[in-house]
């Protein structure tokens, strides 16, 4: 019987490090890479709205990323400053012994540096915030427009849905209210305007259940489109027409998509609106910061999706 084939060893010498050359070779396709990325993102922030979902990833991102870098390196300096106890306290003296062991614990937190990163983070959130709170300053005007465009479609009897436009309808009055109240306050804070520290913060707490109104009225607006949708799908098999079916065609993903989407923000918002209209709050901020980072990455994918349309 023949002998199996020795499999050679492998060799032992260390791989071979990427000269300038390899480097620069691979330098124009690097280059064309981040040059694309560049490009989507000058699309998004092209408009507020790109921009303010830009904003909302990056501030809930920074956010959480502080929240588990802070309980991290307590969860670690507990572990330090329990096992220096632990080992002072063997001596002679175990007061004395505990001391030495808490200072050692101390030094070894120091040294963790953690801390520092996380606090840092949290600055940054807390200075994104403020950036998306200026550039809602301008936000009436906008408002403005959205609805004037409401009360022409009354006065050329543009209706169709009444429900669906009484919904906007209501939407665009409580933004209104969000929006006066919200910039009424962040610019008290700021010493522009008037207001007392009391009407300050009543203002915070009504601006925030205005804007839970119109999060709400989105949920009746989507409930009322998933019915619509399941109502046309069973009359097309009923028909029982080809090549109509709903779900199946790309208008029919696109709104799937959009309704899922717009649904995964809404169940982010609504408990960050309990919080944020309830004298106190009632969530953590580890839970703020994941709904938060939820219902801002979902808007911002959809905007760098959109980004690579041609």
Known sequence: MAEPKRIPPPDPSSPRKPSSSSLLAWAPLYLKRVDRVVE??????????????????????????????????????????????????????????????????????????GLDTAKRLKVLSALISEMRMMSRLFGLFSLWAWGKRVLLRFRNGEIGDRTALGIESVQVFANIIYQVLENGAYLSGKGVLAWNKDRQKAAWLWSTRAWGVHVALDFVRL?????????????????GEEGIFVGEGESERVFWRRWKRQMVTGMAYAPLIVHWGTEGGVLGEELVAVLGCVAGWSGLRENWRRSGEK
């Not at 998933?226 to 098999?237: D, H, Q």
């Open 40 to 113: 989507r993102l000058n699309k998004i922030i092209s408009t507020p709205a790109g921009t303010d979902s830009l904003l909302n990833a990056a501030c809930y991102s920074a956010l959480l990323g502080s929240v588990v870098l802070e309980r991290g390196v307590k969860a670690r300096a507990g572990e330090v400053v329990r096992r220096a106890v632990g080992e002072g306290g063997k001596g002679s003296n175990g007061f004395l012994g505990g001391g030495l062991g808490f200072v050692g614990g101390y030094f070894g937190l120091k040294e963790l540096g």
């Open 223 to 239: 409930g009322r489109e998933y019915a619509g949708r399941m109502r046309l799908r069973e009359k097309v098999k009923e028909v």
